[in-house]
């Protein structure tokens, strides 16, 4: 054999492996639903937990101005939603885990880029995505085995979210100063539906005027809650964008679960599509409406944003949406390009820790306080699969087509008949 021949159909046998494998991702099972553990997720959290301990924390603050806690949180968020579905007795090591993770939310990085000033302090943000995670950590211990150091700061940091809910104008507490997000104070109010699980109920007062007050400022354009508000008055500033909406689903159903059933549903008819007719992907901006790229969308080919569609499938998780999230995660482990070992898995080759810690968390996704919701309506069905299927079997096979043609022609120019 020359060695054209062999280049050529090494070639052939890589392209057609990749295919099949690229076939099999899209169909494998990738989400374990809120009662199952997705195969993969505690590899992906081995990564993460090196790639932290070799300065990925402090990496990804370069890149945008939450990467540092981003990546704390999420990956401490992943270990108590695995530690959840465990029994009790078997917690430690995401108990463990998750400790380590608020402690570096608590030490000075993780404090440093918000302001102090504001109100509650070191703003909605970071008060309410710590406070989540530590009534996390104290969820995965038996209510009489609690510490009494973690529970005591969980429940000072919830009575200070909820002074300053009680005492704003806006249901949209600042996160930097003038600046406020819903999506902060959708995280904030769920932590407070949390302490009232977890804790004798102090909040529900605070939760119902929160929601009252987000129903009457809703964005015009979609009916969902908006991307940014006016500090002060909770107005809307900007149109919804499916970067916050995607995080917003996350929690809203633990917070009220019938308003949180009419969002997720505007949500997905209005930024769930398929480009090119492909794989599920999730709009930045509503149908109909193109707008700029930033630091939190990321790139926006055919206006899809790729950090969007990998938080909606927690979204989707958390909704019953079964379907969705299975096709969004199933399209991810298509085109995320996961590379896995034995003991680890990283997606994009690991270049972007922020965005496996996401992902991570999006397929442990559950309802924490709300019992889970009845399933939506389907908007998708198994054969969204069937192009891409197509299109894997038709790159599998035309590297050996020119082999084929050339044995058909061979075996044509035999003369018939015996020796």
């Not at 009489?144 to 002074?163: I, K, S, V, Y």
């Not at 505007?266 to 480009?275: C, I, L, S």
């Not at 908007?379 to 192009?387: C, F, G, K, Q, V």
Request: hydrophobic share 45%.
């Amino acid at each position: 054999m020359s060695w054209l021949r062999w280049v050529r159909r090494t070639v052939a046998v890589a392209v057609s492996v990749c295919a099949l494998v690229g076939s099999v991702r899209l169909v494998a099972p990738a989400t374990g639903g809120t009662g199952g553990e997705p195969n993969g997720v505690r590899r992906q959290l081995a990564f993460l937990r090196a790639a932290l301990d070799d300065g990925a924390g402090e990496d990804a603050q370069q890149l945008y101005p939450e990467g540092y806690f981003f990546l704390h949180v999420l990956y401490g968020l992943t270990w108590v939603e695995l530690g959840m579905r465990g029994p009790a007795g078997e917690r430690a090591t995401a108990l463990r885990e998750a400790r380590w993770a608020w402690r570096h939310l608590d030490d000075p990085a993780g404090k440093a880029p918000f302001s102090e000033s504001l109100t509650p302090p070191y703003g909605v943000f970071y008060q309410g995505w710590s406070n989540w995670l530590l009534g996390g950590v104290l969820s995965l211990q038996p209510a009489g085995q609690r510490d009494p150091g973690e529970q005591a700061r969980f429940a000072a940091a919830a009575e200070a979210l909820g002074t300053a809910f009680d005492a704003s104008a806006s249901p949209f507490l600042q996160a930097y100063p003038g600046q406020a997000w819903p999506v902060d104070s959708t995280v904030a109010i769920a932590s407070l539906r949390l302490h009232d699980a977890l804790l004798p109920p102090r909040y529900g007062a605070t939760v119902t005027r929160w929601v009252a007050g987000a129903r009457e400022r809703l964005d015009p354009r979609t009916g969902l809650l908006p991307h940014r508000a006016d500090p002060a008055t909770g107005e809307p500033l900007e149109v919804a964008r499916a970067t916050s909406q995607s995080i917003i689903h996350r929690f809203l159903g633990d917070i009220d679960p019938a308003f949180a059933r009419e969002q997720y549903l505007r949500f997905r008819d209005q930024y769930v599509v398929r480009p090119l007719g492909l794989g599920p992907a999730v709009r930045e901006y509503p149908a109909g409406l193109d707008g700029p790229a930033d630091v939190d969308s990321g790139p926006l080919p055919l206006g899809v944003s790729l950090s969007a569609t990998v938080v909606t499938i927690g979204a989707a998780q958390v909704q019953h949406d079964a379907p969705l999230a299975a096709a969004l995660a199933n399209y991810g482990e298509l085109a995320g390009l996961p590379l896995g070992t034995p003991w680890t898995k990283r997606y994009a080759l690991g270049l972007v820790p922020v965005g496996d810690a996401f992902l991570a968390w999006s397929k442990t996704a559950r309802p924490w306080v709300a019992q889970t919701p009845s399933a939506p309506p389907e908007t998708i069905h198994w054969w969204w699969r069937l192009p891409l299927l197509t299109l894997l079997a038709v790159l599998g096979t035309a590297p050996w087509i020119p082999a084929l043609v050339r044995l058909r022609k061979r075996r044509r120019s035999r003369p018939a008949g015996g020796a």
